[in-house]
């Protein structure tokens, strides 16, 4: 299981749910405290802004990430919950989500999975960026991205609520 928060609630969904693997997704300088419970093996922390295209002062989500999220997924032996957050648990995280499930139910179908997103959160806006360059990495032919595009923005929010998103449908 993948559960999906903000940086406020890290702690707090790790303890909820045992959880001894933890993704990161912040911009430089963004501090999270790694909880007690999480080994630093079992822990990633990507440095990237929540952004699509390249702007100045700017780290651009880009394909070394997703294959460091990757290759963390792919050693999780799944015997208990991962936690995936970004600052507001909307956009980084969502997207990671999305791509480590697609990753490992390689024939679990893009838009049911996306649809799945949506309904269990309506505030998740996948970062399009992400999403590409696991579309690629993945061989996806581009249907990652568009069923990300067809689920479309989320409702605003400052924060979006913790939710948890089951690997296999």
């Not at 903000?6 to 999270?32: D, N, Q, Y």
């Not at 822990?43 to 394909?63: K, N, R, W, Y």
């Not at 309506?122 to 996806?140: E, K, Q, S, Y």
Request: aromatic share 4%; net charge neutral; glycine share 6%.
């Amino acid at each position: 299981m993948i559960h999906v928060c903000s940086l406020s609630k890290v702690e707090e969904t790790v303890a909820k749910t045992g959880a001894e693997r933890l993704l990161s997704l912040l911009a430089a300088g963004t501090e999270v405290t790694r909880p007690a419970s999480i080994t630093r093996e079992n822990h990633l922390h990507l440095v990237m802004h929540d952004i699509a295209v390249a702007q100045d002062g700017m780290t651009m989500p880009g394909e070394a990430h997703v294959r460091g999220l990757l290759d963390f997924a792919r050693q999780w032996d799944r015997a208990r919950p991962l936690v995936v957050h970004c600052y507001a648990g909307i956009s980084r995280s969502t997207a990671s989500a999305y791509i480590i499930a697609a990753a490992l139910a390689p024939k679990r179908d893009e838009v049911e999975l996306a649809e799945t997103l949506r309904a269990l959160s309506p505030t998740a806006t996948p970062n399009p960026r992400l999403i590409a360059v696991a579309d690629a990495l993945l061989d996806r032919n581009g249907r990652m991205s568009r069923a990300i595009e067809a689920i479309g923005r989320g409702a605003d929010a400052f924060e979006g609520t913790p939710f948890a998103l089951k690997i296999d449908g």
